[in-house]
């Protein structure tokens, strides 16, 4: 069976046995790219599951691969848009880490809006995550580290914590490419707390950036990611 998680309809809870065993831990990455970190995880934890959430289809795919040399059947793979799946897919406080490493940072003002950190993704992240879960951060990007950082201090629903430890098994693809070519990497790590829980209102998304199955049609990210995806659409 494919590791790739079909979408059915991007604006519903998945309906997905594996994932739904809820006796068994769940760990979440977002842009897990070809899946070096989560694979690696998932073989060495055959107990918890785990779901790569990554909206590249060529990367999917050598994640889907990976999960099938090595036999994992505890890590599956989502072609979706992070927020998409924080807001509607996944079950209310079940998560108990979520990662993301090396988001893309948007360096362009006019590109800020395409950031993954927000108050939106905040509020579906804390919905998603036990009390008590934890959301790993780490990148080599600055500017956006302290930005993210002021997101999780303007929310009072989670407390800052210490990062996990990493070793040279842990890193991901592009950490491994940062860290050889000696770039600084920011690492931080906030826990989900206590508080009032209500359900999430729907997002409203322009039409034109409703996603789609396996694909999110973000047609304001522009040309490059729009070629990026063509063979998607
Ligand atoms: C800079 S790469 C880092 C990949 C991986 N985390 C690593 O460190 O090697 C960012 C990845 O996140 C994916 N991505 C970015 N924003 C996303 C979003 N909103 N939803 C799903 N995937 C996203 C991109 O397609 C890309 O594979």
Redesign the pocket.
């Known amino acids: 069976m494919s590791a790739v998680i079909p979408v059915v309809d991007p604006t519903k809870p998945l309906e997905c046995p594996a994932l739904y065993d809820l006796s068994r831990p769940l760990e979440v990455?977002?842009?897990?790219?070809?899946g070096?970190?989560l694979t690696g995880r998932a073989a060495r934890m055959p107990d918890c599951e785990f779901l790569g959430?990554?909206?590249?289809k060529e990367?999917v795919n050598v994640f889907a691969s990976k999960c099938r040399r090595l036999g994992l059947a505890n890590a599956h793979v989502l072609r979706?848009?992070?927020?998409y799946?924080f807001h509607y897919l996944l079950p209310a406080h079940h998560a108990r880490r979520v990662?993301?490493?090396?988001?893309?940072p948007w360096p362009k003002r006019k590109h800020h809006s395409h950031r993954?950190f927000g108050p939106l993704f905040l509020n579906a992240l804390w919905k998603r995550l036990e009390i008590g879960g934890r959301l790993e951060f780490?990148t080599d990007h600055e500017e956006y580290y302290h930005v993210v950082e002021e997101c999780f201090a303007a929310d009072a629903r989670f407390r800052r914590v210490e990062p996990m430890e990493r070793g040279p098994e842990e890193w991901?693809?592009?950490?491994?490419?940062f860290r050889g070519q000696g770039l600084p990497i920011h690492a931080a790590a906030w826990e989900a707390l206590e508080s009032d829980d209500a359900p999430l209102a729907p997002l409203t998304i322009a039409p034109e950036d409703e996603p789609r199955e396996g694909v999110?049609r973000r047609e304001s990210r522009g040309k490059e990611w729009r070629e990026e995806h063509a063979d998607g659409d």
């Open positions: 990455e977002v842009g897990c790219g070809r070096r970190f959430v990554e909206r590249m990367r979706l848009e992070a927020l799946t990662y993301v490493f090396f988001p893309d993954l780490a991901t693809e592009f950490e491994t490419m999110v």
